[in-house]
């Protein structure tokens, strides 16, 4: 049965005849929801000195309706290998009963800490410490194809780690301003095309330690429906 044949080749007009034995039923629910997702932040920041300061703040994010996949047909149970799935499904001649819909919730909180400090002679140095948690029921196709939520009939208590999830972010940076040009050390009678080349330049130097991202963890045993996808622990 397809949008071209229409429902003729299951014979859908004629009960004696009807067979739909391992047809797959697809959809999309209506009225469809939007995506939507908030961003919020509170930051304290504290001047030590009139080189020095701090900064401590809170960071998070929420995103509802993330769009979901679903086999409404799907066994409610795990099923030990070697064992038909089609035994354990409600409709058993029928293959599928798939939708998309958006029911996929996220969220993400974080701690963030800075410190600032600038020296002499154009000399600065950030160092930066986030401690931080994102936690979803599905998985971002573009980025992590592995995983998903396991079985929609536990979808509300089925939360995993988001793929790029690193609890732990050091970020230290500096700066130097390079003694060259009007002004400077070197160069420092230097004026128009002369110091527009070589004054102002700056180097700067980042280093960033990230604590280890979640890792696959699949069934020892193939199985088949609940632990059917793998899901992503630390």
């Known amino acids: 049965a397809t ?27 209506s009225p469809w929801k939007m995506p939507r997702s908030a961003q919020y932040n509170l930051t304290v920041q504290y001047q030590l000195s009139g080189t020095q300061s701090v900064s401590v703040g809170y960071v998070g994010s929420q995103s509802r309706h993330g769009e979901l996949g679903w086999d409404f047909n799907q ?33 993400y909180n974080s701690l963030q800490t800075t410190y600032d400090k600038r020296f002499s002679q154009g000399v600065s140095l950030r160092g930066n410490y986030t401690f931080q948690k994102c936690r979803t029921q599905t998985r971002q196709p573009l980025v992590n194809t592995i995983g998903g ?15 790029w999830d690193a609890p732990h972010a050091m970020n230290i940076s500096g700066g130097y301003d390079l003694p060259v040009g009007r002004g400077k050390m070197f160069l ?20 960033t330690a990230l604590s280890g991202t979640p890792i696959t963890v699949p069934c020892n045993i193939a199985t088949t429906g609940i632990c059917a996808a793998p899901t992503k622990s630390r």
């Open 75 to 107: 066994a409610k149970q795990i099923v030990p290998p070697g064992q038909s799935l089609r035994n354990f499904q409600e409709f058993k001649n029928f293959s599928s009963f798939s939708q998309n819909t958006r029911e996929a919730n996220s969220n």
């Open 3 to 29: 949008f071209t044949s229409g429902i003729g080749p299951v014979r859908a007009d004629d009960p004696t005849a009807f067979n739909a034995f391992n047809l797959s039923l697809s959809g999309i629910p």
């Open 149 to 163: 939520n396991r079985n929609m009939f536990v979808l509300g208590p089925d939360w995993g780690l988001c793929g």
């Open 188 to 207: 420092s009678n230097a004026s128009g095309v002369l110091n527009q080349v070589l004054g102002g330049w700056r180097i700067n130097v980042i280093a």
